[in-house]
């Protein structure tokens, strides 16, 4: 009778133990969820799915939705970019904003300039030019030959892509997006009615 009480105290006592330890294992589950921080709160941003040179048309898969930290995804991530142009060269992976597109984002990025296409006749001099390029803009009259400049410093926003190549480049020129001032603006908007369009680097 002794030896079946001690048998009985002695499963008890193994018992208690498991038990305590188990309690002991979900309170410190239970605390170690109560101090870890919530998940991180995320946003769908519009990503590059590869590198895509400035001038590109935006195309579907060109573009991926990826989930994004909240607090890291940057100012102005566009929502919607498909049918849109490359202001400037993007990565893959990297997050497409209003800024990098050409449109109102674009303007808003310049906000002492006017955005505005100029139609270089000479498509390959296009190819010369990279987005962030500060050139000058001279007008040249096919009747005198004579050329003034109608800008200073005019701030190359976006270039074409799939310009021919060679010196003359595709036939018909080609556009290039620039800030510039208002009032230069309206010259450049008249001389490229009439006359040629070149440029030049100050030096």
């Known amino acids: 009778?002794?030896?079946?009480?001690?048998?009985?105290?002695?499963?008890?006592?193994?018992?208690?133990?498991?038990?305590?330890?188990?309690l002991a294992a979900l309170a410190t589950l239970s605390a170690l969820r109560t101090l870890a921080p919530p998940p991180a709160e995320t946003t769908d941003v519009l990503v590059a799915t590869r590198d895509l040179p400035s001038g590109t048309v935006l195309g579907d898969d060109d573009l991926a939705l990826r989930a994004y930290p909240a607090d890291l995804a940057p100012p102005g991530a566009a929502t919607s970019a498909a049918g849109r142009v490359l202001a400037g060269p993007i990565a893959s992976g990297e997050v497409v904003t209003?800024?990098?597109?050409?449109?109102?984002?674009l303007a808003r990025a310049e906000p002492h300039e006017t955005v505005l296409p100029v139609r270089l006749p000479d498509a390959g001099m296009a190819t010369l030019l990279r987005p962030g390029d500060e050139v000058d803009l001279l007008a040249t009259d096919p009747g005198t030959g004579t050329s003034t400049v109608v800008a200073r410093d005019v701030t190359?926003?976006?270039?074409?892509?799939?310009?021919?190549?060679?010196?003359?480049?595709?036939q018909g020129g080609a556009l290039v997006v620039v800030g510039t001032s208002a009032p230069e603006a309206m010259d450049l908007a008249g001389a490229a009615l009439t006359q040629f369009l070149t440029v030049s680097w100050s030096r």
């Open 98 to 105: 209003d800024v990098r597109v050409v449109g109102p984002g």
């Open 1 to 22: 009778m002794r030896r079946r009480l001690r048998a009985v105290r002695h499963q008890l006592r193994r018992r208690r133990r498991l038990i305590a330890a188990t």
């Open 156 to 170: 190359v926003l976006a270039t074409p892509s799939g310009v021919g190549d060679g010196p003359t480049g595709a």
